[in-house]
Each structure stands twice: as C-alpha cells, then as structure tokens.
C-alpha cells in the first residue's frame, strides 16, 4: 500500500499562483511516476503533468508554461507550481503515484477566483 497526503490548495486571485505538494509513504517502488491530475465539477477527471522517476516531465497543453512539475526522490515527494492562474484551473488536484501499482491522494480544491 502506498499513501498519498496532499497539500497546498486554496483560493487565490487569478494571476495568482499556488503550489501543491504530494508526499507518498509505505511500501513506495525504487521507480516509480508521480503526476497531478485535476476534476472540475460535471468534468472528467484529465491530467495536469506527470514526471517520471528519471524526471522526464508531461504537461496538458492548457498549462504548458504556467505550471511546473517537480520531485524530491529522497522524500518521496512531488510537487505542482501553479502560476498565472487562471479561473479555468478551478478544480480538485489528485496526486497519483504509479509504481507497481496505482495509487490515488484524496484530492485537495484549488479555487481561482477572477
């Protein structure tokens, strides 16, 4: 079992930026992927970026040069600098952790407000 806690959500200004942190614990693989995924009300569930284990990063195309995926591999740990924000990033931010299996964090709201 891997566990995922979540942080970093919040309201802000569009323009604004916030960033998100996932810290994964238990029995986490040598290698492994992290990413953010987000769902806004009455939306499916699409990815934000994803980042591999050798750092090799993805982004959707609506936040390609806003956001930046990060990770620290000693503490297990990913992170989502979100800026220029925009309220069209209004949504629930899921960490998703992908080793030998997948596992989801309980989601954190991230508001923008224009």
């Known amino acids: 079992q891997v566990q995922l806690v979540e942080s970093g959500g919040g309201l802000v200004q569009a323009g604004g930026s916030l960033r998100l942190s996932c810290a994964a614990s238990?029995?986490?693989?040598?290698?492994?992927?992290m990413g953010w995924y987000r769902q806004a009300p009455g939306k499916q569930r699409d990815m934000v970026a994803t980042?591999?284990?050798?750092?090799?990063?993805d982004y959707a195309d609506s936040v390609k040069g806003r956001f930046t995926i990060s990770r620290d591999n000693a503490k297990n740990t990913v992170y989502l600098q979100m800026n220029s924000l925009k309220p069209e990033d209004t949504a629930v931010y899921y960490c998703?952790?992908?080793?030998?299996?997948?596992?989801w964090g309980q989601g954190t709201q991230v508001t923008v407000s224009s």
């Open positions: 238990g029995r986490t693989d040598s290698r492994y992927a």
């Open positions: 998703r952790w992908r080793g030998a299996g997948v596992y």
């Open positions: 980042i591999t284990s050798d750092g090799i990063t």
